[in-house]
């Protein structure tokens, strides 16, 4: 048995964010929100391990009341719980006032063996919220993870893919682990699982009130990063240059092309 | 592996569209359990329109449209005939309208949002595989390993009848039956929508485009203002378009969007939604059905959609035959059961006598006419060359006469064949 939390964000849909050139902002005016993709991942390794294993997956997430929605899609796969953390008060906060909350509710679900979140988040690809969580909770952490191989007896075998090599690692249980993105293939919903989660399993929401955590230290005043400046790439309009012709002289002329942009070196 | 005790429903409905999700509604606001099911993301993230909703019907079934997402009343409309750069318009202004433009999506979130508080249950994303036959009478849906039961299914999945084509209640759809619609969303600003049209604050414009648009080819192309975007696409009769279509269907819509022009109401937008869809052409594609043992089918499924070349209604239509579906759910328990034959008496035979149904197959003459590619081709090059006789002078100020003259022979039609395609056009519309 193995009793597995895994970390959602809900974020807007980058892919249809359009980006204002006048003024530098997104627009996310109309945008509508979805779960963090790469989470998708974390869940189908969760259910994957509870399937061989049996136990429970609770799914875990702080944002404001729309996401249930996104929580009814993970129960929709076959997650066993979800729970939403909003309250105004969690409203603007940074990674560590986040990381700060998750952990706190974490702890309020009792003993678990891992937690698991995403690589990233599309939004904003900081992936500092598994480490953080890890350092409150005092867990060891490995991320980039592609597959748990063994699990049992307090500890488990999980392996994870860098560039170049692919490591091995036994750790102690409880721990963190954040899956290598595109590392699963997240199941579709059930219809069965997902009127569940309308009908029966509906989303907890605990709000401060349940978790009871001193107020300067969750949302905007918890949260000491300040935002100084932000710059943005500007729009390099395209080239539009056509080769039409012999495969063969279209190499070198895209070879010669690149060349003189000194996109390469020689 | 699930043991789970399959769920019981009074009322199945899949697909939420216009259609669906108003039956959902009414069903849940007479206190049946309802299971409201939806392949795409939310409501609505699957479904094409052009752009438009006539208002009497959706005022009769919903109340008051105040809440309603509706973006502009169409005030203005407008047939052009276009023949490459030269094109003839012909213009309907008035200050009373009878009709919205919105987009489908949100209309139909609207409707859908109004089911889910009256307690229907809403679940997207989930496709059903089928219905489900037993004794030969549908008692539920499937989806993926899972089953549900109830009491009466009703079908509104759209043109696209893949549940009624499984179970051989229908037919696949033949090429001269149905169209293919193409559409960008363009972007503006809600000032710069308002002001290039020449409209007033929440006004909107319906233009139909037919000629060098398609090719010459039957069907048209459609304009309609929204608050701060324009929707422009075309539809196709798709039997003409796989004999005739020599560009790919996106290049005639990139094609019209650059339009010499068009182009100055919108060529500087963002192009922010481009979406293909089949709709409906021809009265024949309604089943000779549209019940049977515990399923109703209405919509778009239902071939309920009426073209006139003119004007598209099929959104109203759905929502009207969601209505009549759930009245006839209320009908049918009072009468003794889900039977073919009571729900044809509570469904399909009101149906069959509503103006609705007796307009749509009214016009069954005005499709053929509609699929004549002289019509497209030969009448539009006359029109245009005729006004530009009249209109382009040099030193010689023709007689209209003279002008239609040359029409006739530019666009190589005679006078007879002409008058008889306004008589056939007359009678059909
Ligand atoms: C280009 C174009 C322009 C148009 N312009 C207009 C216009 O201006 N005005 C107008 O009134 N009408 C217009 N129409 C027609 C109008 O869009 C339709 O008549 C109307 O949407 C029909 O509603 P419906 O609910 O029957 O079907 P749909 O709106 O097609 O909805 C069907 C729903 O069922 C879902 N579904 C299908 N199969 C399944 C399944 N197996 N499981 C789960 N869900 C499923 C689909 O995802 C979809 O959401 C236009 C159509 C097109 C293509």
Not at chain 1, 124 to 130: E, G, Q
Not at chain 1, 223 to 251: L, N
Request: net charge neutral; aromatic share 8%; proline share 4%.
């Amino acid at each position: 048995m193995v009793r597995v939390v895994v970390g959602i964000k809900w974020v807007p849909n980058t892919q249809a964010v359009r980006f204002d050139p006048k003024t530098g902002t997104l627009i996310r005016e109309g945008v509508p929100s979805i779960v963090n993709p790469h989470d998708l991942d974390a869940v189908e390794l969760a259910l994957k391990l509870r399937d061989r294993y049996g136990g429970e997956v609770i799914a875990i997430s702080m944002a404001p009341p729309s996401a249930i929605k996104g929580l009814e899609h993970v129960l929709g796969m076959g997650v066993d719980r979800a729970i939403l953390i909003s309250d105004r008060v969690f409203a603007g906060a940074d990674t560590l006032a986040t990381s700060y909350v998750l952990a706190n509710a974490i702890r309020r679900l009792g003993s678990f063996d891992l937690i698991i979140f995403g690589q990233e988040t599309i939004d904003s690809s900081t992936a500092h919220i598994p480490a953080q969580v890890a350092s409150w909770l005092d867990l060891p952490y490995v991320y980039y993870v592609e597959d748990v191989e063994e699990l049992g007896g307090g500890r488990a075998v999980v392996r994870r893919r860098l560039e170049d090599r692919i490591e091995w690692y036994e750790i102690e249980l409880p721990a963190v682990i954040a899956t290598a993105m595109h590392s699963q293939q997240p199941r579709p919903v059930r219809l069965s699982y997902k009127l569940r989660a309308k009908t029966e399993r509906r989303v907890e929401v605990w709000d401060n009130k349940v978790l009871g955590l001193d107020e300067r230290c969750v949302g905007l005043r918890g949260s000491p990063t300040v935002v100084t400046k932000v710059t943005w790439m500007p729009e390099v309009p395209r080239k539009r240059q056509v080769f039409r012709g012999d495969p063969r002289e279209a190499v070198k002329w895209l070879i010669e092309k690149l060349r003189e942009e000194g996109v390469l070196p020689y | 592996m699930e043991m789970n005790q399959p769920s019981r429903f009074d009322a199945i409905v899949v697909g939420a569209g216009p259609a669906g999700a108003t039956a959902a509604l009414k069903l849940a606001e007479k206190g049946y359990k309802v299971l409201l099911l939806e392949r795409g993301r939310g409501a609505g993230s699957k479904q094409v329109f052009g752009g438009r909703v006539y208002a009497e019907l959706l005022r009769r079934v919903f109340g008051d449209l105040k809440d309603a997402p509706i973006h502009r009343w169409v005030k203005r409309e407008a047939l052009m005939l276009a023949d490459g750069d030269r094109l003839v318009a012909v213009a309907y202004w008035t200050a009373n309208s009878t009709s919205f433009t919105t987009y489908l999506g949100q209309l139909t979130s609207w409707i859908v949002e109004r089911a889910v508080n009256a307690g229907a249950v809403f679940v997207d994303e989930v496709r059903v595989d089928r219905l489900l036959v037993r004794d030969g009478r549908v008692v539920g849906i499937e989806a993926g390993p899972d089953r549900v039961e109830a009491d009466v299914v009703i079908d509104a999945e759209g043109v696209n009848r893949l549940l009624l084509e499984r179970l051989g209640l229908v037919a696949k759809p033949k090429p001269a039956h149905v169209a293919l619609g193409v559409k960008e969303v363009i972007r503006l600003s809600e000032k710069a929508v308002t002001e290039r049209f020449g409209l007033e604050d929440g006004e909107g414009l319906a233009w139909v485009i037919v000629g060098s648009v398609t090719d010459y080819l039957p069907g048209g192309a459609f304009v309609y203002t929204n608050k701060d975007s324009v929707s422009v696409g075309l539809v196709l009769h798709l039997d003409a378009a796989v004999r005739g279509l020599r560009a790919h269907v996106h290049e005639l819509v990139e094609r019209l969007r650059l339009h010499p022009l068009l182009r100055r109401y919108w060529g500087d937008g963002d192009v922010v939604e481009y979406s293909a869809h089949l709709t409906i052409e021809s009265p024949e594609f309604i089943p000779k059905s549209l019940v049977h043992d515990g399923l109703i089918v209405v919509g778009d499924a239902a071939g309920l959609l009426l073209s006139t070349g003119l004007t598209v209604r099929g959104v109203d239509y759905a929502v009207f035959s969601g209505f009549l579906a759930a009245e006839a759910v209320d009908c049918a328990r009072k009468e003794g059961g889900f039977t073919r034959d009571v729900l044809s008496a509570c469904y399909e035979q009101p149906l069959r006598r509503s103006a609705v149904y007796r307009d749509i197959v009214r016009r069954k003459r005005a499709s053929k006419l509609m699929k004549d590619e002289r019509l497209f081709r030969d009448a539009v090059r006359f029109a245009v060359k005729a006004a530009s006789t009249i209109y382009e002078l040099g030193e010689e100020t023709p007689k209209l006469a003279e002008a239609l003259e040359e029409a006739e022979r530019a666009a190589r039609l005679s006078k007879l064949s002409l008058a008889l395609m306004l008589i056939r056009l007359v009678r059909g519309l």
